[in-house]
């Protein structure tokens, strides 16, 4: 029988640190391409966005490191399921969980490089990061154009994600969601 185990506030914290980061990258994101009276002009808002970028993707590869130095890719979540829910949920789960971080991953590479090839200087917290590539306005400008495409399937992924977490809780009833709220979990 499986025994849940308890997720520490630095792991949740993380966690949701993540979420709200992917969340104020979509907002971000969106506006600078559609609303320059927003967040001003184009090179602040790009300068904004590829710094939360850069936040994002640490965040990401911390949340990544973590889960693999302390349970391995292949357990991670199969040992923390609730017993009784589905054989098929800890590996949906692990493949759902690695896919979003790959994505993150993804996308803020594809982003910073494209920026890059653009001819676009990249600043992350107001320094300027230099230059390992000259410019290629083609090639940047499809891996800024694969980075949206990435965005919307980390978007979809993130629905899927709470879709399940609300299943758990709301239909399963077990607690799963409790366990990675930041108030309550653990």
């Not at 994002?56 to 609730?82: F, K």
């Not at 154009?145 to 977490?165: D, K, Q």
Request: with cysteine.
């Amino acid at each position: 029988m499986n025994t849940p185990r308890p997720r520490s506030v630095a792991y949740r914290g993380l966690h949701w640190a993540l979420a709200a980061l992917v969340v104020a990258q979509w907002g971000d994101g969106w506006l600078f391409v559609h609303d320059e009276d927003v967040l001003g002009p184009k090179p602040i808002a790009i300068a904004i966005h590829a710094s939360l970028g850069a936040l994002t993707l640490a965040c990401a590869l911390m949340l990544g490191v973590w889960w693999v130095a302390r349970r391995g890719w292949r357990t991670t979540l199969a040992r923390d399921m609730e017993p009784d829910t589905g054989r098929w949920r800890g590996p949906a789960a692990v493949a759902v969980h690695a896919t979003m971080l790959g994505l993150i991953v993804a996308e803020a590479a594809l982003g910073l490089f494209g920026l890059e090839l653009v001819g676009t200087p990249v600043r992350l917290f107001g320094a300027v990061v230099p230059s390992l590539a000259g410019t290629h306005i083609d090639l940047g400008l499809a891996l800024l154009a694969w980075e949206r495409h990435l965005g919307v399937l980390l978007a979809l992924l993130v629905l899927l994600h709470v879709a399940a977490a609300l299943d758990h809780h709301l239909r399963l009833r077990d607690d799963v969601l409790r366990r990675m709220s930041l108030l309550r979990g653990g």
